[in-house]
T-cell receptor, first 112, second 117 residues
Framework: SQQGEEDPQALSIQEGENATMNCSYK?????LQWYRQNSGRGLVHLIL?????REKHSGRLRVTLDTSKKSSSLLITASRAADTASYFC????????????FGKGTKLSVKP | GAVVSQHPSRVICKSGTSVKIECRSL??????MFWYRQFPKQSLMLMAT?????????EQGVEKDKFLINHASLTLSTLTVTSAHPEDSSFYIC?????????????FGSGTQLSVL
């Protein structure tokens, strides 16, 4: 079954504000990854957090992982108009390499 | 970082024709590549795993005779949509793992928008 349900489905904020997106998954994972997709384009890897990690930072990105709740969050601080895109979480539960289960995504709109 | 090139980016074809989509790893070798399908405003659904030198592994519900996959070399995988019909219209994306020994991140092509008339 599909894992990685994100919420909200859509998020609209002003430039400079923070954006928080949440993701839930259903089974034990090796790692959880976040990807970004601009409209009509491929996905770009943003950050990976392993099952034994609780928080990770990369630039303006902050990811948390709560394995007890099977959930993760992606925080984008000081958002910019260029951050406008869809964001997907992808859970890696082991098995064949790269067999990621993608969530439905959050469409983020950052207004200048 | 690793680059995956996907071509064409957009194709419009008549019903009944076949369409080939190429996925190339430009600066690394990829023994495995993945093909996804994405409907508008929806997530990616894994269609098949392409393996260099062997048959592709298809996900449940994906017709292998409909979606032919060939992994001709360590840098090229192709997806051929045979006898395309309007319901095959979708966004197709390929990806390749950057590190062959661990379940790490994937590098994606830019996608192909297929429109079948």
């Amino acid at each position: 079954s599909q894992q990685g349900e994100e919420d909200p489905q859509a998020l609209s904020i002003q430039e400079g504000e923070n954006a928080t997106m949440n993701c839930s998954y259903k089974t034990s994972i090796n790692n959880l990854q976040w990807y970004r997709q601009n409209s009509g384009r491929g996905l770009v890897h943003l950050i990976l957090i392993r099952s034994n990690e609780r928080e990770k930072h990369s630039g303006r990105l902050r990811v948390t992982l709560d394995t007890s709740k099977k959930s993760s969050s992606l925080l984008i601080t000081a958002s910019r108009a260029a951050d406008t895109a869809s964001y997907f979480c992808a859970s890696n539960y082991g098995g064949s390499q790269g067999n990621l289960i993608f969530g439905k995504g959050t469409k983020l709109s950052v207004k200048p | 970082g690793a680059v995956v090139s996907q071509h064409p980016s957009r194709v419009i074809c008549k019903s009944g024709t076949s369409v080939k989509i190429e996925c190339r790893s430009l600066d690394f070798q990829a023994t495995t590549m993945f093909w996804y399908r994405q409907f508008p405003k929806q997530s990616l659904m894994l269609m098949a795993t392409s393996n260099e030198g062997s048959k592709a592994t298809y996900e449940q519900g994906v017709e292998k005779d409909k979606f032919l996959i060939n992994h001709a070399s360590l840098t090229l995988s192709t997806l051929t949509v045979t006898s395309a019909h309007p319901e095959d219209s979708s966004f197709y994306i390929c990806s390749a793992p950057g590190q062959p020994t661990t379940n790490e991140k994937l590098f994606f092509g830019s996608g192909t928008q297929l429109s079948v008339l």
